[in-house]
């Protein structure tokens, strides 16, 4: 459904950050990208909902498409009509208006009969049975948790095929991160909708997706099935902070990884 073949993607015509980026998502899959920060992560997202033009970034080669057509030329509003939701990182709203509103705004994209908005609510609040008790307070004064699931709500009310999410477990305590992957996978599950998961929580991602990307410095140097990537050694050093029984992973380890990469062998 989603391809990106080859994509390189430059910021004001000068700056490099991705270098030739191979990925594609499947009808109905949930997909996890890992990274540290900096790797590109934010801005592959970004080149395929088309936010890098607000930000003077450029898909510059290759090409990204969705059902077989071309899209990296089109504006966000295009893209987001096709069914293709960004949330992005941060839990970005309109924090003066209340929960309620927030969803609701989301929701202003579907082109549907106007009386699908209060099905759409109930259904973001079956999901999300917090923000039913929250309906009127504004947004501004919610806990980061609650905020997080309010834009995630948002992108449901959209009627999204396709979900870009970004670091959905940033800031956010352990149970609470426990309770946005059961959503997460409940969400891919039963609306069918395809999940794109950018994470820097490994466990979490590899977890949830059935398949896996990592991303360093611009690159695809990894990718396979999430079961895979559990049990690739660098993965499990680097990403999942795993080593053999009673090793510890040493400064020396980490400073000759660049040297090393296995899986690029």
């Not at 980061?144 to 305590?173: F, I, T, Y």
């Not at 309770?179 to 979490?204: D, F, H, P, S, Y």
Request: aromatic share 6%.
């Amino acid at each position: 459904m989603l391809e990106l073949e080859n994509i390189e993607v430059k910021y004001l015509n000068t700056i490099l950050v991705l270098k030739g980026v191979n990925l594609s998502l499947g009808d109905d899959t949930l997909a996890c990208l890992l990274g540290a920060n900096g790797a590109g992560k934010s801005t592959t997202l970004k080149a395929i909902s088309g936010l890098l033009r607000t930000e003077e970034g450029a898909v510059t080669d290759g090409s990204i498409r969705y059902n077989g057509t071309e899209i990296h030329n089109r504006w966000p509003e295009d893209i987001a009509a096709l069914g293709i939701l960004q949330v992005v990182e941060g839990r970005h709203m309109a924090e003066h208006l209340t929960v309620e509103e927030n969803l609701r705004a989301g929701g202003l994209i579907y082109k549907g009969p106007r009386s699908q908005m209060a099905k759409d609510l109930e259904m973001v609040y079956s999901y999300f049975p917090r923000l039913s008790s929250l309906k009127e307070r504004t947004a501004g004064y919610c806990s980061g948790g609650e905020q997080q699931m309010m834009v995630m709500g948002r992108s449901l009310m959209g009627h999204p095929n396709v979900v870009l999410l970004d670091e959905p477990s940033l800031g956010l305590a352990p149970l609470l991160v426990q309770e946005i992957a059961g959503i997460i996978k409940r969400i891919n599950e039963t609306e069918k909708v395809a999940i794109l998961l950018v994470e820097q929580n490994a466990i979490m991602g590899l977890n949830l997706a059935s398949y896996g990307y990592v991303m360093e410095n611009g690159r695809i140097v990894l990718d396979g099935p999430a079961e895979t990537l559990k049990g690739n050694e660098d993965v499990k050093q680097f990403y999942l902070g795993l080593t053999g029984i009673g090793q510890k992973r040493s400064y020396r380890d980490v400073k000759h990884y660049k040297r090393r990469k296995r899986w690029l062998g």
